[in-house]
């Protein structure tokens, strides 16, 4: 029998009779004190545990006033500005020691980042034939999906799958951060080959590169890179590895660890929650709303165009008709996003190495408008910015990744923040997380059935 992809006007009847029976008067959540999203009103989330791993700020207490600040981030204490100027004044690649640093709580010498590394490298392989009867069987047109159909079928090569004492925990983490990179251009190479009719390449990680020149080395055909897309790339893994335990795949994370289920299942549940594109798809956005701009502005140094475009994407008359202006704005940060400040300079200096300029040049300008615009047409005043993903989609557009895997590429680098925070709950909280829902329907009588 084959499988049914349409909806039949059946299901069209059954979904009517599903919403008339759902839909509740939003006004109860107010009158029940219900903090919609886990947020208040204010935006701020509920607190739903504690965390060493990583800290978001964005405004502080001045003289008993909360007041907006330019947002922080820390990794385990330390700020991610300096972390990152650390190993890149050093012009070394930063990937593997802040995932060091995240796992483990303190920064490595030389001798243990040397060894962890050498770790990351043992783990860098797919069980034989992987490729051949995973990867390459029922490709999909969505890398995510792939992704958490491998993570998933990993489970049953694990002769330990089940295990959750901390040190098998640990080394299922250490796989999985490894071979991430292999998963999804494998998957993306796969998915290019037999769905879209181009060239099959499946080239296989070097031991002596390091994770972002590797993913590079994989997915183009002739395997070459510039140190400088090599930096940019690495330097957008760090930024996108950890970002608190509020976000939604890593509390989805938290939640699915804390019923005791295994690593690959909980990587997968995050996987699903970063595909959502209010999580992990914005930079796909930017990146088609910045097409579409180009299309409508003729020129792209007329402030007064821009702004005229701008102004028709808050008033639901340009691109998808939502009212967005993607890459602007964050659920924490207001002045300032830290990541889109570490980022702006490389930037800029891809965009030049590209012959990209012309498109920085907008890309800053709307930066510079978008704040005051949705100022005054929103009139929201706790400060709008530049969020990381403003850049970052830029970013791997500049770097010929293809908008399949820019997602995938966020979960390259997170998979190292849910493992931190998996290990996190194991740890120590050892209690379910379960959550209260208030029940608003009303008590009915049962009706036998040749009575309904």
Not at 152 to 179: E, M, W
Not at 202 to 225: C, F, G, V
Not at 396 to 423: D, K, Q
Request: glycine share 6%.
């Amino acid at each position: 029998m084959a499988f049914n992809m349409k909806v039949t006007p059946e299901i069209e009847a059954l979904t009517d009779i599903c919403l008339d029976n759902s839909k509740m008067d939003v006004s109860l959540y107010s009158k029940y004190e219900v903090k919609r999203g886990l947020r208040d009103l204010n935006g701020v989330g509920v607190l739903a545990g504690l965390t060493q791993i990583s800290n978001v700020v964005s405004s502080e207490m001045i003289d008993g006033v909360k007041t907006p600040c330019d947002g922080r981030l820390y990794y385990r204490g330390i700020n991610v500005e300096d972390l990152t100027r650390g190993f890149l004044k050093e012009n070394r690649m930063g990937f593997e020691e802040v995932a060091y640093l995240l796992l483990f709580g303190m920064l490595p010498s030389k001798e243990e980042l040397a060894h962890f590394d050498a770790l990351l490298k043992q783990q860098q392989s797919l069980p034989k034939n992987f490729v051949r009867d995973v990867v390459m069987k029922a490709p999909s047109k969505d890398m995510m999906n792939t992704l958490s159909r491998s993570v998933l079928t990993l489970y049953s090569y694990d002769t330990h799958a089940d295990d959750t004492s901390l040190p098998n925990v640990l080394r299922q983490c250490i796989t999985l951060i490894s071979v991430f990179p292999m998963l999804s251009v494998y998957g993306y190479q796969a998915y290019n080959h037999y769905m879209k009719g181009k060239s099959l390449y499946i080239h296989n990680p070097s031991k002596k590169l390091s994770t972002a020149e590797n993913i590079l080395r994989m997915l183009r055909p002739d395997q070459k890179y510039t140190p400088l897309e090599a930096t940019i790339l690495d330097l957008a893994l760090v930024l996108h590895m950890e970002h608190g335990g509020g976000n939604n795949s890593t509390f989805t994370t938290h939640v699915v660890s804390s019923s005791g289920t295994d690593t690959y299942s909980a990587i997968a549940a995050a996987l699903g929650s970063l595909k959502g594109p209010k999580h992990g798809g914005a930079n796909i956005k930017v990146v088609r709303m910045f097409d579409d701009m180009k299309e409508h502005v003729k020129d792209w140094t007329d402030e007064d165009e821009v702004a005229d475009y701008l102004r028709k994407l808050l008033h639901k008359e340009a691109f998808d008709q939502k009212g967005l202006i993607y890459g602007m704005g964050h659920a924490v940060y207001s002045i300032s996003d830290p990541r889109a400040r570490i980022f702006k300079g490389f930037v800029e200096q891809l965009a030049k190495e590209k012959h990209r300029e012309k498109d920085y040049n907008l890309y800053a300008l709307v930066e510079e408008l978008a704040p005051k615009i949705i100022a005054e047409e929103r009139h929201i005043y706790k400060g709008v910015s530049a969020n990381v993903d403003f850049y970052s989609g830029f970013v791997y557009s500049m770097l010929n990744l293809p908008l399949e895997l820019y997602t995938p590429m966020f979960a390259c680098a997170r998979i190292v923040g849910w493992s931190a925070h998996r290990m996190e709950e194991l740890i120590n909280t050892d209690k379910i997380i379960r959550p209260a829902y208030r029940n608003v329907k009303e008590e009915v009588a049962y009706v036998p059935l040749g009575e309904r």
